[in-house]
């Protein structure tokens, strides 16, 4: 559309030039930043659960060789006696790994339960618990 106006120096015709306005452009910048916080938000959360898994992985590890270690040194009597509480450095922490016997149904053949948690954790947050059977003195 155009438009007539009257100048100095005769009739100038105007043209309605394309844009946005500063209200669209205000709206958008509001759609972009909601955008990029959701992304910043599920980036952390995805670093967070990594670090979480690392932490579970790690864990498992700890306790797959503690009931190694029992099993090799056959460490049952001492465990039935009160339990073992091993410390191991694994992936730049000390971990504190609890080795539990309790009696199965088969003579000479107990369950054996570790749980493995950060040693300086106060709340003891157990990140791995892995159970195996082990026998006291078969042939």
């Not at 016997?101 to 493995?116: A, G, I, N, P, Q």
Request: glycine share 8%.
């Amino acid at each position: 559309m155009s438009t007539l106006s009257i100048g100095m120096t005769g009739p100038v015709r105007q043209q309605k030039q394309g844009g946005f306005t500063l209200i669209e452009v205000l709206v958008a910048l509001i759609v972009v930043s909601f955008g990029i916080v959701s992304v910043i938000q599920v980036t952390s959360q995805h670093v967070s659960n990594i670090s979480e898994l690392e932490k579970r992985m790690l864990a498992s590890w700890v306790a797959s060789n503690h009931i190694a270690e029992i099993r090799h040194n056959a460490k049952v009597e001492r465990i039935r006696s009160g339990g073992d509480t091993e410390r191991f450095d694994m992936g730049g922490h000390t971990w504190r790994s609890r080795a539990r016997l309790d009696e199965s149904e088969v003579e000479k053949v107990f369950v054996l339960t570790v749980e493995v948690s950060f040693d300086d954790d106060p709340e003891k947050i157990i990140y791995a618990s892995m159970t195996s059977a082990v026998t006291d003195g078969l042939p």
